[in-house]
């Protein structure tokens, strides 16, 4: 091994240094690499309350990560390590949950409790409970629980300590990740993008599990602010999303000109240029249909400026947060797929409308679940139609079967379903859902 200076030592590697702000490529100097890199993971604070254990680890991979502009390969040290913390914070945050005492169900006998003080007990009746068959009580829910990283995720999930449907795919790439690092089969290397995305990932894991979504986040996002919107549409197949303030300024050059609009007032996320919760689906806003990614609620209408600025005027709606991860989606087929609805529109439907085999699905996103019950009609897709989590897509699947059927398996999830009904209001130029379903 060759000695080096502490001159050498403190030198910017190279490497490093052509990672900037736009991509790869120029090199940057040395301090405005380091203030670069550390800024990108700056933000990275955890949560009030999370273990000491797990928050020292974590704080030491910041320390260590503004280290990499001097050795590029330090980038590489903490992505691993943070991959490895991954499972600490599952380990403390159960030691926490569990307030010293951890009870199995057994098949054929009473439910046997235990105390333990570390994490090491808990593994060691785990492991023990394992042989007998026994499962982990978890609330009113039993779960499969060897104390190893799997039995962790499947303990989190139960104690609706993690949440969301595209994130548990994400969980578990993160431990296929993990796996790899603790029993590696060859060199690797990664890269300053790949060390940040890993640490706040982490990140957000970690402050889920001491229940803190994340603004903005990729895994675990906070609620997102909805205002009251207004979506119009002319004879000349134009169409606009503006907040509901727009209506009570001059009227807009269009109507002065004899292009009438209609108008339809909803609660959506707003439209801000360049954000990424922007949604691109909103001219596909269906009153009675999941068609828009984010969740947009029918307040009034269609009408014309004038009545729906009176409307606006008297109601004066306000705008609200909205949870768009883990929702429920019923999917109807007879004789082709129609878009998802949410059980409440479901559960107020008329007798006609009930026929065909309908599908309880809980996803993120409309599109997601509207895309499994068409995926699970190909076998050799390997989506399921029994209930679980699907191992080929995003979804949990809650029940197929008649109408009963599917209200009934998402009742038994969401509780009582209060159904309501809602005009056939629809923004005539939408043609995506509609070539979607008769593809």
């Not at 068959?133 to 829910?141: E, H, S």
């Not at 705008?319 to 107020?348: K, M, N």
């Amino acid at each position: 091994m060759e000695i080096r200076s502490l001159e050498d030592l403190r030198a910017a590697d190279s490497l490093s240094l052509a990672f900037n702000p736009y991509g790869l490529g120029s090199r940057m100097r040395p301090e405005d690499a380091a203030e670069f890199q550390q800024r990108q993971i700056a933000d990275c604070g955890l949560a009030e309350g999370v273990a000491a254990g797990t928050r020292d680890s974590f704080e030491r991979l910041r320390t260590v990560f503004a280290y990499g502009v001097l050795c590029y390969d330090v980038y590489t040290l903490v992505a691993d390590q943070a991959l490895l913390i991954y499972e600490q914070a599952l380990r403390d945050r159960f030691m926490e949950w569990c307030a010293g005492t951890i009870t199995f169900r057994m098949p054929q006998a009473p439910d046997a409790s235990f105390t333990v003080t570390s994490y090491d007990d808990v593994e060691k009746h785990a492991k023990r409970m394992g042989r007998g068959r026994g499962k982990l009580v978890v609330a009113t829910n039993v779960v499969e629980f060897n104390g190893m990283l799997h039995g962790l995720r499947q303990w989190a999930r139960a104690a609706g300590l993690l949440a969301g449907r595209r994130s548990r795919m994400a969980e578990g790439a993160l431990a296929r990740l993990r796996d790899h690092v603790a029993h590696p089969s060859s060199h690797h290397g990664d890269t300053p993008v790949g060390a940040v995305q890993v640490v706040r990932d982490l990140a957000e894991l970690i402050n889920q599990l001491w229940g803190q979504a994340t603004p903005g986040g990729r895994l675990y996002p906070a609620p997102l602010h909805r205002e009251v919107t207004v979506l119009s549409w002319s004879s000349a197949e134009r169409m606009r999303m503006e907040p509901a303030g727009a209506l009570l300024g001059p009227t807009s050059l269009e109507d002065q000109e004899g292009d009438e609009y209609q108008y339809v007032v909803v609660r959506a996320i707003p439209f801000i240029p360049g954000s990424r919760w922007n949604d691109d689906y909103w001219a596909e806003f269906d009153a009675r249909y999941e068609t828009t990614r984010f969740p947009t609620d029918y307040l009034w209408g269609p009408g014309t400026r004038e009545e729906a600025r009176a409307w606006l005027e008297h109601e004066q709606p306000e705008g609200d947060s909205v949870d768009f991860t883990d929702r429920v989606f019923l999917v109807q087929d007879h004789g082709r797929l129609f878009p998802p609805r949410r059980p409440a529109v479901a559960a107020g439907l008329p007798d006609h409308d009930r026929i065909g085999v309908w599908h309880a699905v809980r996803a993120d996103f409309p599109d997601d679940a509207f895309a499994h019950v068409r995926g699970s009609a190909d076998h050799s897709a390997g989506h399921i139609r029994r209930s679980g989590d699907c191992p080929a897509c995003s979804v949990e699947v809650l029940g197929s079967g008649s109408y009963d059927d599917a209200l009934r398996a998402t009742a038994a999830v969401l509780g009582p379903i209060q159904s309501v009904q809602l005009p056939s209001v629809r923004l005539p130029l939408s043609r995506f859902w509609t070539d979607l379903a008769g593809s």
